[in-house]
């Protein structure tokens, strides 16, 4: 099992920059494929990025792709959504989550773990 601590959430101008990371607990963190989800104001949660046990498959919702880069640094247990160009239409709860999946998948049903959560709000 793994724990996950997401930081780096705030407020920020349209056309800003933020970088999310999420810290996991324990020994076995390169075992686990990772993803970044998020939830807008009253609407269902969307995938947004998605990263491979080594960081050498990425996969990105077409609304996010050219702006968000998701990496991760297994050494530190860490994995980070680096978002740039912001949009008001980003503003959102973003979610670190985990999964054991043997491939990679952008379905939420499909992650094990998961963050608590922190907001992003992008204003105009």
């Known amino acids: 099992q793994v724990q996950l601590v997401e930081s780096g959430g705030g407020l920020v101008q349209a056309g800003g920059s933020l970088r999310l990371s999420c810290a996991a607990s324990?020994?076995?963190?390169?075992?686990?494929?990772m993803g970044w989800f998020r939830q807008p104001p009253g609407k269902e949660r969307e995938f947004v990025a998605h990263i491979s046990w080594a960081g050498g498959i990425t996969y990105y919702a077409d609304s996010v792709k050219g702006r968000f880069t998701i990496f991760r640094d297994n050494a530190k247990n860490t994995v980070y959504l680096q978002m740039n160009s912001l949009k008001p239409e980003d503003t959102a709860i973003y979610y670190c989550a985990a999964t054991t999946a043997v491939k990679s998948t952008i379905r939420a049903a499909e992650y094990d773990y998961w963050g608590q959560g922190t907001q992003v709000t992008v204003s105009s």
């Open positions: 324990g020994r076995t963190f390169s075992d686990y494929r």
